[in-house]
């Protein structure tokens, strides 16, 4: 419809996702902890990868910091670039394009992704810089895929939460 065209991986192709995930994992560690100049490692500290760079990213650390979720689908919009995640028996996988029915939906920035997964922001300003509808465990589950460390920040805030409502009754 939209005159470009479409590509999915094939089954070979989708069993290598396992493999793949791990050695851009190792990559993005390997150049995060160098010290001297390295282009890569550039880039990783810069706030203009591509889109689908930055959805990749999400699938990867959201598979390494994976939270207890029931299944979902969920609609990511990164500048305005639609990708659709599928989180299925403790599994979450990216796929370009928003052609399949959701149960929620973020729109957000380059910038704000890359913040948060490099913990220079904090899940509720991750929420602050992103638009949501849809679901609200869904959104908390997929959100902590965005800001490692999210699992803790709803964890704490459910706890004032609950202190709160015993010292008012």
């Not at 990511?76 to 028996?89: E, G, R, V």
């Not at 810089?129 to 679901?135: I, L």
């Not at 965005?146 to 709803?154: D, K, R, T």
């Amino acid at each position: 419809g939209d005159g470009r065209a479409h590509y999915r991986l094939t089954a070979n192709g989708e069993a290598l996702r396992p493999t793949m995930r791990a050695l851009m994992f190792w990559s993005v560690t390997y150049f995060m902890q160098r010290t001297d100049h390295a282009e890569p490692r550039e880039a990783l500290y810069s706030d203009n990868l591509n889109p689908d760079s930055v959805a990749l990213a999400i699938e990867i650390f959201g598979n390494i910091h994976a939270s207890v979720a029931p299944n979902y689908v969920l609609h990511l919009y990164i500048d305005d670039n639609p990708y659709t995640y599928f989180f299925m028996n403790g599994e979450l996988t990216a796929r370009r394009g928003a052609d399949a029915p959701a149960v929620a939906q973020v729109r957000t920035d380059v910038a704000t992704v890359l913040r948060g997964l490099r913990h220079e922001i904090a899940l509720d300003e991750v929420r602050k810089r992103s638009a949501m509808t849809g679901d609200a465990e869904v959104l908390d589950a997929f959100l902590c895929a965005i800001s490692p460390g999210g699992n803790a920040e709803l964890e704490v805030a459910a706890l004032i939460e609950a202190d709160r409502k015993a010292m008012a009754s």
